[in-house]
């Protein structure tokens, strides 16, 4: 199971460091006070509960549970602004929404295929959330039995009237938007939104099936 998720973890990668807390000294169970804090802790609630059913409700079902969950914590319009970069401000306000619709439901499909069973995981929030620029930082961890824990580091947003997540960094350091960025920029100069859109589509119709 860790393998797997070990994996799913690698897939959000990117590389802008981010100052980690040394402990984490909120447990599994203790909610933390801060609202950015509560948006990833309920998101993790979700996510361990899917992982729980994984077998139970199939990747298929595994992308409906998540899916409101993910939407209620992901500011998706403004992670595919940065991820598609100055070729924004070209783009039609159709094909923004194209693009964004994509990224949305790869990042959904990319949670159901690999947070696929449980082996005893467990989310790990610091009560240290940290403020920067506006944004807020929520550190957290993914332990499990027997193995060594994985560091999810959120930036969170507040400009839709929410604390939002607007960038991961896995093990405090690797960004999930610059990497996107990075994967996406080839298929963008040459193709422009409609490619991007057609490989994110690919993209998440391949980790669905």
Same mark, same amino acid.
């Given at each position: 199971?860790?393998?797997?998720?070990?994996?799913?973890?690698?897939?959000?990668?990117?590389?802008? *460091?981010?100052?980690?807390?040394?402990?984490?000294?909120?447990?599994? +169970? +203790?909610?933390?006070?801060?609202?950015?804090?509560?948006?990833?802790?309920?998101?993790?609630?979700?996510?361990?509960?899917?992982?729980?059913?994984?077998?139970?409700?199939?990747?298929?079902?595994?992308?409906?549970?998540?899916?409101?969950? *993910?939407?209620?914590?992901f500011n998706f319009g403004g992670m595919t602004q940065l991820i598609v970069g100055p070729s924004w401000s070209a783009m039609s306000p159709a094909d923004r929404k194209s693009v964004t619709d994509a990224f949305r439901r790869m990042t959904i499909a990319n949670y159901a295929k690999n947070f696929d069973g449980y082996g005893g995981e467990q989310f790990v929030t610091s009560?240290?959330? %940290?403020?920067? #620029?506006?944004?807020?930082?929520?550190? +957290?961890?993914? +332990?499990?039995?027997?193995?060594?824990?994985?560091?999810?580091?959120?930036?969170?947003? #507040?400009? %839709?009237?929410?604390?939002?997540?607007?960038?991961?960094?896995?093990?405090?350091?690797?960004?999930?938007?610059?990497?996107?960025?990075?994967?996406?920029?080839?298929?963008?100069?040459?193709?422009?939104?409609?490619?991007?859109?057609?490989?994110?589509?690919?993209?998440?119709?391949?980790?669905?099936?």
């Open positions: 199971m860790m393998s797997a998720l070990r994996a799913a973890a690698l897939s959000l990668v990117l590389g802008v *460091v981010v100052a980690v807390p040394s402990a984490m000294g909120a447990s599994a +169970t +203790t909610p933390t006070a801060d609202p950015a804090a509560k948006q990833i802790e309920a998101f993790h609630a979700v996510l361990l509960d899917t992982m729980k059913r994984a077998k139970e409700l199939g990747v298929q079902g595994r992308y409906k549970k998540l899916e409101p969950a *993910v939407d209620a914590a009560p240290q959330v %940290q403020e920067r #620029n506006g944004d807020k930082i929520v550190s +957290t961890q993914m +332990t499990a039995p027997g193995k060594a824990p994985i560091s999810f580091v959120y930036r969170l947003d #507040n400009k %839709q009237g929410s604390w939002k997540i607007a960038d991961i960094f896995l093990n405090g350091y690797v960004s999930e938007v610059a990497t996107r960025r990075a994967d996406f920029a080839s298929t963008l100069t040459s193709g422009g939104a409609p490619a991007l859109v057609q490989k994110l589509n690919s993209l998440s119709d391949n980790m669905l099936r």
